[in-house]
């Protein structure tokens, strides 16, 4: 039976939207890959906590592990507490380092279960930094917790090195000092200020071609201790660029959620293998795991049709999530997990939930069933009317 609801259109009215009745993807369980995945998995808030939740951050902390299983089961790793739709945006250090220690604890559970953390300086108050000097004491002060716990160190972009460095050399100093102490290679972090508006100039300047030449000038010095770059600039041909310049076996993970499927795939071209091809850090895959888990099983068979068949549907639905303003992408991510089911509640941290509309919400709804990524449509249906009825539209 045809599944029907009401959704808001793009003129402010409202017309019946019938669900396409596909089968959801899910991938066959066991499929090797040949490329590196990481998803930037979202924190489940706890909507029972007595806090503010602009002050406060609530966790639920066995539904968030519970995801993270989920997301380790289809084959895919955990970048863990390096999010900034949340982290900086809700999630705080002692938070996000009580989510590193467990998430550490339960991937011990889980045989191959790959896992990076998030090393940054988002506990400085941004106020109070002076000086290059505080920058590296903050990294610092990160990375002997997380290294301390046996974690592997994903080293964020500083929202503070932004603001005092004053030319490509204090980056440069930054970078050697916390390459030169890392126990083992680091996952290091270029994002765009379309997600961080913080992050503009990063690298030392606004011009990303010569702000690319001193990030690869870090990872040559260091590359036995980079085991490679994400970047999230939301631009392929930059990306391209870039992964043709890294030294020999440092790895390029695509953080671009619109352009994923055809860097994952990758054009073959370069002296090193990894060259050729994007590796992936990403925040779509949260949102849409049993697909991409699906989609990279088949590229490790070389299945590349049948990679982009399963991968390309779902592109319209991570732009739409990750559409301007692009730092509220997490609300998207989170609306995924409830409608299929993996958390109770569309509640988020930091009172996340309202920085998109009933509107985006309800297009993001008809990409995801386009998609096939609706893993119990009845479910999502139920759950989708639920929101409706409480912003008066009536079904």
Request: hydrophobic share 45%.
């Amino acid at each position: 039976m045809a599944l029907t609801l009401t959704l808001p259109d793009a003129g402010g009215g409202l017309k019946p939207y019938t669900l396409r009745g596909s089968t959801p993807v899910k991938p066959v369980p066991g499929t090797r890959f040949n490329r590196i995945a990481y998803s930037a998995a979202h924190v489940v808030a706890d909507p029972l906590a007595a806090v503010d939740p602009w002050l406060a951050c609530a966790v639920d902390w066995d539904a968030t592990i519970a995801y993270r299983r989920h997301l380790w089961s289809l084959g895919l790793g955990v970048a863990e507490a390096m999010d900034t739709a949340q982290r900086g945006m809700g999630l705080d250090w002692p938070t996000s380092l009580e989510l590193i220690r467990r998430s550490l604890d339960a991937a011990k559970d889980m045989p191959g279960a790959l896992i990076a953390s998030g090393c940054g300086t988002d506990h400085l108050v941004l106020e109070n930094v002076k000086s290059v000097d505080n920058v590296i004491r903050g990294y610092e002060e990160q990375m002997e917790a997380i290294e301390k716990l046996g974690g592997k160190l994903i080293v964020m972009a500083s929202r503070a090195l932004a603001r005092v460095a004053q030319s490509p050399a204090d980056y440069e100093r930054v970078y050697d000092r916390i390459l030169r102490q890392a126990k083992q290679p680091v996952v290091l972090h270029w994002l765009g200020d379309m997600f961080d508006p913080a992050l503009a100039g990063y690298w030392g300047s606004p011009d990303t071609d010569r702000a690319m030449d001193t990030a690869l000038g870090i990872i040559e010095a260091h590359a036995a201790k980079v085991d490679g770059i994400k970047i999230s600039l939301l631009d392929k041909d930059k990306e391209i660029a870039m992964r043709r310049r890294l030294p020999a076996g440092v790895r390029m993970y695509t953080g671009d959620d619109f352009n994923y499927a055809e860097l994952i795939a990758g054009d073959g071209v370069g002296k090193e293998a990894t060259h050729g091809k994007s590796d992936a850090l990403l925040g779509i895959f949260d949102a849409i795991a049993p697909a991409a888990s699906a989609a990279l099983g088949e590229l490790g068979q070389g299945k590349l049709e049948k990679f982009h068949a399963i991968l390309a549907p779902t592109v319209p639905l991570s732009r739409h999530i990750f559409a301007a303003p692009t730092r509220f992408y997490k609300t998207g991510v989170v609306f995924m997990a409830w409608l299929n089911g993996h958390q109770s509640h569309f509640t988020m941290v930091g009172g996340q939930q309202s920085t998109r509309s009933l509107q985006h919400l309800a297009e993001l709804f008809r990409l995801a069933d386009a998609a096939q990524v609706l893993e119990q449509p009845e479910l999502a249906v139920r759950r989708m009317k639920t929101l409706l009825a409480l912003h008066g539209v009536d079904n």
